[in-house]
């Protein structure tokens, strides 16, 4: 079993920062890709960023420039830093991770529990 924690999410006004991060623990043999997504009120979850084992990003069009992915492979860790943050970048913010328990084993997505982030005018 895989656990993730999140934290770092709250209230900052426009303009401001914040700083998610998600770990993972449990029975992990490797992490290969981790990412963020995020879902509004009455939208669709989608994708924030994401970063592989071997660190190459992908970010949504919308946060280029302001966000930044990174991971911390010695403790299972991925880091979402948010800078200059908008009203619409207002969402639950969820951190995803693919795991291979083992070395022959497939590879399983898990999610975290959410974090709210509120951007104020």
């Known amino acids: 079993q895989v656990q993730l924690v999140e934290s770092g999410g709250g209230l900052v006004q426009a303009g401001g920062s914040l700083r998610l991060s998600c770990a993972a623990s449990?029975?992990?043999?490797?992490?290969?890709?981790m990412g963020w997504y995020r879902q509004a009120p009455r939208k669709q979850r989608e994708l924030v960023a994401s970063i592989t084992s071997g660190g190459r990003t992908t970010y949504t069009n919308s946060v280029l420039g302001r966000f930044t992915i990174s991971r911390d492979n010695a403790k299972n860790t991925v880091i979402l830093q948010m800078n200059s943050l908008k009203p619409e970048d207002t969402a639950v913010y969820y951190c995803?991770?693919?795991?291979?328990?083992?070395?022959?084993?497939?590879?399983?997505?898990?999610w975290g529990q959410g974090t709210q982030v509120t951007v104020s005018e």
């Open positions: 449990g029975s992990i043999f490797s992490l290969n890709v």
């Open positions: 995803q991770v693919e795991v291979k328990v083992t070395p022959w084993g497939r590879t399983i997505q898990y």
